[in-house]
């Protein structure tokens, strides 16, 4: 495994991102992430210095011997990276804001196209998560489901014939299992469904969020739907109705975006166009404005008002135009400031051949 | 990040609500959610409330003598209040479980077996793990089965209720269905 190469895992092509996926124009990426235990080891919330140390080191081993992760991985010990760089591996979503704070004992391990990664110690022993682009919940299930018969070959998991498998946090109990989408609904938010829409798939136990996860708002018009009762149903019955809400709300957003289209074409075309000048002509640009203006443009090239720009392109800069990226990219600190001036130019060299086609 | 309201406890819940197009979020800690939820009747978001459970989930932990599991209570005594439990594996306390919403190890969820399984009844829709088991396989089918024929039951009485006959009868022929096959099943393997 290559270890604390920050600079390599920077010049990867963001699969997720970079990748076509099924129904990519609104589902942007899908995730599982699998909370497993080792048994006899208190979970690190009540773990001793050794604890963590021997739950950390069993972990590393066994993701080596099952060779589960491939050959060109990456690990990141968390006491011996800089505080930017977690914060990088948060912007990409291979760690959590829980993990950020993680020092001794806890680590990072990637599948060298990040498809893959393991937080080890973080809530609990390990936290599997395996990410792919658009709309394919039950391909990224079959990938983890494999991994994780692979590993529980090397580690005795702390399971329970009635509970399933034992978790730090109760909510997390069973299959251990919190399985999510991507979605970016600019139409249902310009048309005033979003908040209908949210209601709607909360009454159906499913989970609404902004895209970091717990705490964050939902800027970009980004949001992540994903399943809450983990206990009492199967990892197949979960993904389905997940996947059966998810569509509909799929459904919802091609319609708010054809009636937009229909009945207030102004106010479309207006919000599309004055996110195209900003991203072309702004000299600073904040993380918010970048976002919405980002959203815009991609629904422009959503609905083909932008043939020159690819969707990943615009995918990709949604990463990009983030705190810890700017800095790694410009190669030294950036204060708030400096950082909008950062983002406006590298926006504009990213957009410089996003020409409107109208 | 600390709590909104009390400004004391660190937040573990956040919720946002958008009124008008505006956005708001509200980081609250346990405590703090569990006295918004029961004071105001908008904080449902639905059929989950987190905040109604958690309160429920510390409602349990305060009262004394709350029913523990038999061993426990012989050990413990009958004076002892389930405040003073603590798990033999982690020495993890109800205290820590009430402050964190999280237990300490593996042998918790039978250290405090009572209170977290009446927990777990308002966070999921089933109290049993149907899923996945080590090893891979998940050979014994009549569980899952079983958990759908109660959740078809349930359905079936509230669609007669409803007076949604036609619907209701394609739920009985699935009912039937199920119960036949559950019955190749058991019956296959007692013989």
Redesign the interface.
């Given at each position: 495994m290559i270890e604390n190469n920050i600079e390599k895992l920077l010049k990867n092509k963001v699969s997720w991102l970079a990748d076509s996926g099924p129904a990519e124009d609104i589902a942007i990426s899908s995730r599982i992430r699998l909370a497993r235990?080792i048994?006899?080891?208190?979970?690190p919330?009540?773990a001793s210095a050794d604890n963590l140390q021997h739950s950390q080191s069993a972990v590393e081993m066994a993701l080596e011997k099952s060779k589960s992760i491939g050959g060109n991985a990456f690990i990141f010990r968390m006491d011996a990276i800089e505080p930017i760089d977690k914060q990088l591996l948060l912007e990409r979503r291979l760690i959590s804001t829980e993990f950020v704070q993680k020092s001794k004992g806890a680590s990072l391990a990637l599948r060298g196209d990040e498809s893959i990664a393991v937080m080890v110690n973080e809530?609990d022993h390990l936290r599997i998560q395996a990410l792919r682009p658009g709309m394919q919940l039950q391909e990224v299930w079959d990938i983890i489901?494999r991994l994780?018969?692979e590993l529980?070959r090397q580690l005795p998991?702390?399971?329970?014939?009635?509970?399933?498998?034992?978790t730090?946090?109760?909510?997390n109990?069973?299959?251990g299992?919190r399985a999510s989408v991507m979605l970016h609904l600019p139409g249902l938010v310009l048309s005033?469904q979003?908040?209908a829409a949210?209601?709607g798939v909360?009454?159906?136990?499913m989970a609404v969020r902004?895209i970091f996860g717990?705490?964050t708002?939902?800027r970009g018009n980004l949001f992540q739907v994903s399943n809450?009762?983990?206990?009492?149903?199967?990892?197949e019955?979960i993904i389905e109705r997940l996947d059966g809400v998810i569509k509909q709300m799929i459904n919802h957003e091609k319609n708010a975006r054809i009636n937009l289209l229909e009945n207030n074409q102004y106010f479309l075309l207006d919000h599309v166009g004055r996110s195209y000048g900003v991203l072309r002509h702004a000299y600073t640009l904040s993380s918010e404005e970048a976002l919405n203006s980002l959203s815009g443009i991609r629904t422009g090239v959503d609905m083909g008002m932008f043939s020159s720009v690819d969707l990943h392109t615009v995918n990709e800069l949604f990463l990009s135009i983030n705190p810890a990226h700017l800095q790694r990219f410009a190669g030294k600190h950036l204060d708030s400031k400096e950082r909008d001036v950062y983002r406006a130019a590298l926006v504009r060299e990213r957009l410089k051949n996003l020409n409107s086609d109208s | 990040?600390l709590c909104d309201i009390c400004k004391q406890n660190e937040?573990t819940i956040?919720i946002?609500e958008?009124i008008n197009?505006e956005?708001k979020?509200l980081?609250l800690c346990g405590d703090c959610a569990a006295k918004k939820s029961k004071n105001d009747p908008a904080f449902d978001?639905?059929?989950?409330n987190l905040a109604e459970m958690l309160y429920n989930l510390s409602e349990n932990m305060e009262i004394p003598g709350l029913k523990l599991p038999e061993e426990q209570q012989e050990k413990a005594g009958a004076d002892d209040t389930a405040a003073k439990l603590s798990c033999p594996?982690?020495?993890?306390s109800l205290q820590?479980l009430r402050k964190?919403?999280?237990?300490?190890?593996?042998q918790c969820?039978k250290t405090f077996r009572s209170v977290?399984m009446e927990?777990?009844e308002n966070?999921?829709?089933?109290?049993?793990?149907?899923?996945?088991?080590?090893?891979?396989s998940?050979d014994d089918e009549s569980p899952?089965k079983m958990?759908e024929l109660m959740n078809l039951q349930k359905e079936l009485d509230e669609l007669v209720q409803r007076e949604e006959y036609e619907k209701a009868a394609e739920v009985r022929d699935t009912i039937i269905q199920l119960k036949e096959s559950l019955k190749k099943q058991t019956g296959g393997k007692s013989k």
């Open positions: 235990n048994e006899g080891v208190p979970f919330i009540a809530e489901n994780d018969n529980e998991y702390a399971y329970d014939s009635k509970l399933g498998f034992l730090s946090c109760p909510t109990v069973g299959t299992m005033g979003i908040n949210i209601q909360s009454k159906l136990g902004g717990e705490g708002d939902n809450q009762s983990t206990l009492g149903e199967s990892e019955q | 990040m937040a956040h946002q958008i197009g956005k979020t980081n978001i639905g059929g989950f594996g982690c020495g993890w820590g964190t919403g999280r237990v300490g190890c593996p969820y977290i927990a777990l966070m999921h829709r089933g109290k049993l793990h149907v899923g996945k088991k080590p090893g891979g998940k899952r958990l």
